[in-house]
């Protein structure tokens, strides 16, 4: 009897508000440590937190996004634990009254589409980043030692709790995936999870197909990458499967994913006791977001990227239009013309893809043109006419003016040229091995730069071998 | 009163007696400098202050407005705030409270930082890791808490007028027992920014006088919204400075479990009769009421909700980016809790102990949930009574000042001193205390209750019956 | 509910205060009698009252989103017991 992975994930969006969650100091990436602190952030005594509204807005904005309903007053709650990332030795954040809550966000898959239930959505500070120092092979001699910098500290976030709907790694990343593309074109997040400002864990668990209720969960940590999210919650399904099989029981702990070994180890908890004392803020009033607020907010999402997804499979195939979708390339696959959408598809995740320009600059219908012709213009004569494609004022005109050369006059030469040079090769062709009539037609473009139209040296090559 | 005159018919400075509004007086009419004025009040502390220890630091300042004393929990950039703890030992603030930054722009000059109980916990100024303040009236006894210090210090004549933090009672309680006039703003009105944190939904600055005009005064100064503190409101009046006598109309509200309460001395309820009998012949119209679960649960309420507030802002105090840090060898848990435990002294460690088990799991809804309700109450049943009334009476303190140790080795005595300053602060309301005569020799605080925002008429009551009382707020054994 | 010792203990180590071996009875009894005087809330039935969160009924208090100058560094630091280039150093965390 099979086994069903029940993977619920809590994500943390870091918001790019200009300034910080309850204080003014700037939210900057990457700047010399604690050089972004205030009194307020560094919670010095008699300090009082002053809520962000565009933190708020924003939440707001991503909380409709992720279809839940919102709530007509949240409040901000203290939630208190030790440690040196946590200047007042609370977290001001959110508990039974969220901004938002009981969303649905749906992730289309190969085979059908996926809804995943959003318990809620919430606004919370963020904590200091600690750096390890010291030890063996530290700068300090002597005994090992932390060291804080509260730039991040109290930078806003969006906590997202997902219900245990999710059913694989490879579901989560897309979920993931699908959040990251949603927040990014809300303009809310860089939502880059090597940076940090997109954060994700995992409670895994599995169970018996058919099976009522939950088993032990345990819960990953620290997967700072899409495909690092998706093996890793693949690995940890796969050990918890083994450990049932092998009639062991599973241990609730936190675990930590090792993404160059592939393997889980246990994460060292924060606190012995999880007693967070959650109680209400008193330094804050309620939240009760104005009616045009939400309105406005609601006007500023869009077309969801799973729902485009869906739109696009019909034209070109699942995968085309999920790459499309979430490299954001799909507002200008729209832009271009042309009968052949798969084609179009393919060239803007790949060869335009590969030179990297930006697709919201590139202008559709010179691009139509330039594929349609592809077939027809020297090869290099195209990737160069890509590659420009998004320089202002570009015209397809001069590339496409570029014609290959088909005309036997021209390519002859090229040709016996190439065959008296390699007469090995030419015997064991003519001995049989017409595999390398391949190897005759690269050397030709080589020697033509790819300005040779293929089919007429294919023919030519033909003739002249059998000869 | 008008300053004396010397045989060299200079200005004589006389800062037992000189109120604030007389000394605005004197500078504004160039009879005395700023220097002087700051200058008299230095020589006081020199030859008063190693008996009373009203103040923690001097700091002197030069200006030419009416010098203030602060509260050490009140943030002053660039001067040492301590809030009487070891555990802020050194911290010197790199930025100004709003209260002290109003008072710098007013051209205030600070005289010092004044004892308290440590972080505003206590009735008595015992509790302070720097040693006791002293009652100017009788330094055998305490000057009430926690702003002890500020208090000692107006009435001492070492500060014309001082700033002190109200939670449970620490403005009105010690007014009371130093025979000065004390106002517990409604919360909200005053900005605790740079306050040095108790407990949040409790705390409020509230200034300390000599009479209820420079109190008016100084409240005017202070108050309205402070974008910095979320929790402030602007003042829907402005503060209008007290003057008559009349009180013609105003109805008074005689709480009966406020007055015959078990615990107020005899002489403290005889003082506050003759008060209330001064009311009814100025014009008030006089009439008993009742708050039944006020006074029965408001303490029971308050030594939930404050100690609960309480660990949670004291958390901070960690040895991370301030403040002591203890000398160990040992894991981080280890420092936080050897730090934690030498800098807070007993009380301070029994309330964060006491509102943590309030606020732990299995606990939170019998005691913190459940003391926020029994709030919901007390807030209802002021409500109720100030439909019928302007104002409620009652005494500050059960007491007079009572003798240095008298109850420091028990905790719930000390805490009964606040019994009828708690419930008015559980409610978010404001509340005057105003000397109304002597008792065993020691200064009787009269404590006036209002609705929200009811300053203007405490101030006009309070007034009134200062004038008709005529108190004189100088310590005998010191004239 | 009378507290006991563990839960003492319990409590201290939430709050992070290292309570000598010697003084937790004494700890215990105080809090104790302070508990039993405070359980005094629990006589009233307020099931149908609603916790005050607040003394005012404000809402929306928010500031724009508009950056304003942090300290110098040198400020930052200016308190801490033990700065270190330029952070704030304490003893390995996690461990
Ligand atoms: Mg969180
Ligand atoms: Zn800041």
């Known amino acids: 009897m099979s086994w069903e992975p029940v993977i619920g994930l809590e994500i943390h969006v870091q918001l790019k508000t200009r300034t910080k969650m309850f204080c003014r100091c700037e939210n900057v990436w990457g700047e010399e440590p604690n050089t972004r602190t205030c009194p307020i952030c560094l919670a010095h005594p008699g300090t009082l937190p002053v809520p962000n509204r565009t933190a708020i807005e924003w939440a707001v904005k991503l909380g409709l996004a992720l279809g839940c309903q919102i709530a007509a007053r949240s409040l901000f709650h203290r939630k208190n634990y030790f440690y040196p990332d946590l200047p007042k030795g609370y977290q001001i954040s959110q508990y039974d009254v969220p901004v938002a809550s009981r969303g649905r966000f749906v992730v289309p898959g190969p085979d059908g589409d996926r809804e995943i239930g959003i318990v809620r959505a919430h606004l919370e500070e963020d904590a200091a980043k600690t750096v390890h120092v010291g030890g063996a092979a530290g700068r300090i001699h002597g005994a090992e030692a932390s060291l804080v910098d509260f730039n991040r500290g109290g930078t806003p976030l969006v906590e997202i709790v997902a219900e245990p709907d999710v059913r694989s790694g490879e579901e989560a990343r897309r979920f993931l995936q699908l959040l990251r593309q949603t927040v990014v074109e809300l303009g809310i997040s860089d939502a880059e999870m090597e940076k940090g400002s997109l954060r994700c864990d995992a409670n895994v668990s599995v169970r018996r197909a058919g099976e009522e209720g939950y088993r032990t969960k345990t819960e990953l940590k620290n997967m700072n990458s899409f495909k690092f999210v998706a093996d890793g919650i693949t690995a940890e399904v796969e050990r918890q499967i083994g450990i049932y099989e092998a009639g062991g029981e599973v241990v609730q702990q936190t675990l930590h994913f090792d993404p160059q070994k592939g393997t889980i180890a246990p994460l060292r908890s924060k606190e012995e006791a999880h007693d967070y004392r959650y109680f209400p803020e008193p330094d804050l009033v309620a939240i009760e977001p104005p009616e045009e607020l939400v309105e406005r907010a609601r006007a500023e999402v869009g077309e969801l990227p799973g729902t485009r997804i869906r739109r696009l499979e019909a034209e070109v195939d699942f995968d085309l239009a999920y790459g499309l979708v979430t490299s954001g390339r799909d507002g200008l696959y729209a832009r271009v013309p042309g009968e052949d959408r798969r084609a179009v598809a393919n060239v803007l995740m790949n060869q335009l893809a590969a030179t990297g320009v930006d697709p919201a600059a590139v202008a559709g219908d010179e691009l139509g043109k330039l594929i349609d012709a592809r077939e027809t213009i020297p090869r290099q004569a195209f990737l160069d006419a890509l590659a420009a494609s998004a320089d202002d004022g570009f015209s397809a005109e001069r590339y496409l003016a570029e014609t290959t050369v088909s005309d036997a006059s021209e390519l002859d030469p090229v040709i016996d040229g190439i065959l008296a040079a390699n007469p090995g090769q030419v015997e064991a062709y003519r001995g049989g091995k017409e595999g390398l009539l391949g190897f005759f037609v690269g050397q030709v473009m080589k020697e033509t730069q790819g300005k040779a139209d293929p089919r007429a040296v294919n023919e030519r090559l033909r003739e002249k071998l059998s000869a | ?479 | 509910m009378a507290i006991t010792r563990e839960d003492v203990l319990h409590v201290a180590a939430l709050a992070r205060l290292e309570i000598p071996e010697d003084e937790v009875d004494t700890v215990r009894d105080q809090l104790g009698a302070i508990l039993e005087a405070v359980g005094k809330v629990s006589e009233l039935d307020l099931s149908e009252v609603e916790p005050m969160t607040h003394p005012l009924d404000l809402v929306n208090e928010w500031a724009e989103d508009e950056p304003r100058p942090s300290l110098p560094r040198d400020e930052a630091l200016a308190n801490a017991p033990d700065p270190f280039e330029g952070q704030f150093r304490v003893p390995a965390v996690g461990g």
């Open chain 2, 1 to 479: 009163m008008a300053p004396q005159t010397s045989e060299a018919d200079r200005t004589v400075i006389d800062t037992l007696r000189l109120t604030a509004e007389e000394a605005a007086g004197l500078l504004g009419r160039g009879e005395v400098s700023g220097d002087e004025l700051v200058g008299a009040y230095l020589a006081a502390i020199e030859a008063r202050d190693p008996e009373l220890h009203a103040y923690l630091h001097v700091e002197g300042e030069r200006g030419n407005g009416v010098p203030i004393a602060h509260k050490d929990v009140i943030t002053t950039k660039g001067i040492p705030t301590t809030a009487g703890s070891k555990i802020l030992a050194g911290y010197t603030p790199v930025f100004d409270s709003t209260v002290a930054a109003r008072c710098k722009a007013a051209g205030l000059p600070i005289l010092g930082k004044t004892n308290l109980d440590e972080f505003a916990m206590g009735s008595s100024t015992e509790n302070s890791a720097y040693g006791p303040t002293r009652n100017p009236w009788d330094p055998e006894r305490v000057p009430g808490g926690s702003s002890g210090g500020s208090a000692a210090a107006v009435a001492g004549g070492l500060a014309p007028w001082a700033l002190g933090t109200d939670t449970g009672g620490s403005v009105k309680q010690p007014a009371s027992l130093c025979g000065v006039v004390g106002l517990r703003p409604t919360y909200g009105t005053v900005s605790r920014y740079g306050i040095v944190a108790f407990a949040s939904s409790l705390d409020q600055v509230g200034p300390l006088t000599k009479t209820v005009r420079d109190n008016a005064g100084l409240y005017a100064l202070i108050a309205g919204k402070d974008p910095c503190d979320s929790t402030t409101v602007e003042l829907p009046a402005p503060v209008v400075i007290p003057e008559g006598t009349d009180l013609t109309g105003v109805r008074i509200g005689v709480a009966r479990e406020m007055n015959e309460a078990e615990g107020i001395d005899p002489g403290v309820g005889e003082r506050v009769n003759e008060a209330i009998r001064l009311a009814e012949e100025l014009g008030a119209d006089v009439e008993e009421t009742s708050l039944p679960r006020s006074v029965d649960y408001g303490l029971a309420c308050y030594y939930l909700v404050a100690p609960a507030e309480a660990s949670s802002n004291l958390a901070r105090y960690d040895g991370v980016r301030y403040g002591h840090r203890a000398e160990i060898d040992g894991d981080l848990t280890a420092l936080y809790s050897r730090t934690r435990w030498e800098g807070f002294g007993a009380e301070p460690k029994r309330r964060i102990l006491l509102g943590t088990y309030a606020l732990s799991a299995g606990y939170y809804d019998a005691y913190y949930g459940q003391a926020q309700k029994v709030r919901t109450v007390i807030a209802q049943e002021h409500a109720a009574a100030f439909e019928r009334f302007d104002v409620l009476v009652s005494p500050t303190s059960p007491t007079v000042a009572f003798r240095i140790g008298e109850k420091a080795e028990n905790p719930l005595a000390m805490y009964l001193s606040d019994v009828l300053t708690i419930p008015s602060n559980m409610a978010g309301l404001p509340g005057l205390s105003i000397p109304c005569g002597l008792s065993e020799g020691l200064p009787v605080g009269l404590q006036l209750i209002g609705p929200q925002f009811s300053e203007n008429t405490l101030f006009r009551v309070g007034h009134a019956l200062e004038q008709a009382i005529g108190f004189d707020y100088v310590p005998e054994r010191l004239t």
